[in-house]
């Protein structure tokens, strides 16, 4: 599976961004996709996931209110719309989709298998 990520930039603290991940090479409405970031000198951290449907979002504690994960099937792609932006959200953003199809939607990062190559997200302060 291939995953393109994009829409990351430099945005002012306060400001919104809205990345997409556009996904070929799988049946894509069958599987959890994922958000992560990864910040320098830092372990890479889930941001959100979404089910298979779309029906049921789980986000990471520092995000939530914030972000919001959405997936368009019908365009194999996942969005993560990202408000209220602060300096600590400055970090590489990538996708991701797990394993096995209809898993479970949680922020385990073991259950994702295939990773797109990250889009930069800058918060000046």
């Known amino acids: 599976v291939q995953l393109q990520a994009s829409g990351g930039g430099l945005v002012q603290a306060g400001g919104s961004l809205r990345l997409s991940c556009a996904a070929s090479?799988?049946?894509?409405?069958?599987?959890?996709m994922g958000w992560f970031r990864q910040a320098p000198g830092k372990e890479r951290e889930f941001v959100a996931a979404?089910?298979?449907?779309?029906?049921?979002?789980y986000y990471g504690d520092s995000v939530k209110g914030r972000f919001g994960i959405s997936r368009d099937n019908a365009k194999n792609t996942v969005y993560l719309q990202m408000n209220s932006l602060t300096p600590e959200d400055t970090a590489a953003y990538y996708c991701?989709?797990?394993?096995?199809?209809?898993?479970?939607?949680?922020?385990?990062?073991?259950?994702?298998?295939?990773w797109g190559q990250g889009t930069l997200v800058t918060v000046s302060s």
């Open positions: 991701a989709t797990q394993r096995l199809p209809y898993g479970e939607v949680r922020g385990t990062i073991t259950d994702f298998d295939s």
């Open positions: 090479g799988r049946t894509f409405s069958r599987y959890v």
């Open positions: 979404i089910s298979s449907s779309g029906g049921v979002t």
